[in-house]
């Protein structure tokens, strides 16, 4: 809620402190420097303005009145503690859409999942979305896998969705989107997996339970240096993230996420996306799909 604006004693208007502070430029070095250390992220100074608006925010949740106090907080240990995931879930951006690079859905054809399925353990497929922002990616790919599978009565299917920000992560976990979202969801998928509010004036909706329970969510950190999913994945989307990163950043991540694609599996990465190093064992199978390569 923002603060409200009152007079003072001789009537006239007083105006909240964090609404008038400025990013001064050694204040934004060091908050480009924590978020670069924290997330990854490269900022240039052409974000100057749009790390200011979002920060401004904190300063009024904080009661801090300088951005300078604020940089000042961060660098505690203590004050991170409290404070360091507030600023990572202010300071990225999370943007996401169902079938998104539609390209990249499309490729899992009846073949293409039968490929994967005679490649794995021939039980079931399991995907990993590893930046899910607030789920979309994570629940388009169930419900291609679901209808693939017919309600996994053909083979088994699990999404794991993370990221880095909590507060995202809780808006996936809900599933409660705005009906203008799921536009871009096929009529078919759109009828069985998409659940209209009895409230018409909401304008929302929300994805069906047999697709939320098969969708887990936690958060992870890609700048870790390990990650420890639970099993070795057949898919790993990681799309429109790497952009955000430098070169050497870029390279460790797609690095650390080849590991945990299975031989035969694929790594999936966005159209903006590029893959620097020729080092890895992926091949590339086309729209920034690699298949991991290896033993099988």
């Known amino acids: 809620m923002a603060a409200l604006r009152k007079p003072n004693p001789e009537g006239t208007e007083v105006i909240p402190a964090w609404t008038r502070v400025q990013l001064a430029d050694a204040a934004f070095a060091t908050l480009v420097r924590l978020v670069r250390e924290s997330c990854g992220v490269a900022m240039s100074d052409f974000k100057k303005t749009m790390l200011e608006t979002r920060l401004r925010r904190r300063l009024q949740a904080t009661g801090l009145e300088s951005f300078e106090a604020y940089v000042a907080l961060l660098q505690k240990?203590?004050?991170?503690r409290e404070e360091g995931q507030n600023f990572v879930?202010?300071?990225?951006t999370n943007?996401?859409?169902?079938?998104?690079?539609?390209?990249?859905?499309?490729?899992?054809?009846?073949?293409?999942?039968?490929?994967?399925?005679?490649?794995?353990?021939?039980?079931?497929?399991?995907v990993w979305s590893a930046a899910a922002s607030s789920g979309q990616e994570?629940?388009?790919?169930?419900?291609?896998?679901?209808?693939?599978?017919?309600?996994?009565t053909r083979f088994d299917w699990s999404v794991l969705a993370t990221d880095i920000s909590v507060k995202v992560?809780?808006?996936?976990?809900?599933?409660?989107?705005?009906?203008?979202?799921?536009a871009p969801v096929p009529p078919a998928l759109l009828d069985r997996y998409v659940l209209r509010s009895r409230d018409e004036a909401s304008g929302t909706v929300r994805i069906a339970p047999e697709l939320r329970q098969r969708v887990?969510?936690?958060?992870?950190?890609?700048?870790?240096a390990e990650y420890k999913p639970k099993r070795t994945m057949d898919v790993i989307f990681c799309r429109n993230v790497l952009i955000y990163f430098e070169p050497a950043v870029q390279e460790q991540v797609v690095s650390k996420l080849a590991r945990h694609v299975r031989p035969g599996g694929l790594l999936i990465l966005g159209h903006s996306d590029s893959l620097r190093t020729k080092t890895l064992p992926l091949r590339l199978v086309g729209n920034n799909i690699y298949e991991r390569l290896g033993d099988r």
């Open 138 to 152: 994570a629940y388009t790919m169930a419900m291609v896998l679901d209808s693939l599978s017919e309600g996994a």
């Open 77 to 80: 240990p203590e004050g991170w």
């Open 169 to 182: 992560l809780r808006m996936a976990r809900e599933a409660v989107y705005r009906s203008e979202d799921v």
């Open 95 to 126: 943007e996401t859409s169902f079938f998104r690079e539609r390209a990249h859905f499309d490729h899992f054809t009846p073949a293409e999942v039968e490929r994967l399925l005679k490649n794995g353990d021939g039980r079931g497929l399991h």
């Open 89 to 92: 879930d202010a300071v990225v």
């Open 216 to 224: 887990h969510f936690g958060q992870l950190n890609l700048m870790h």
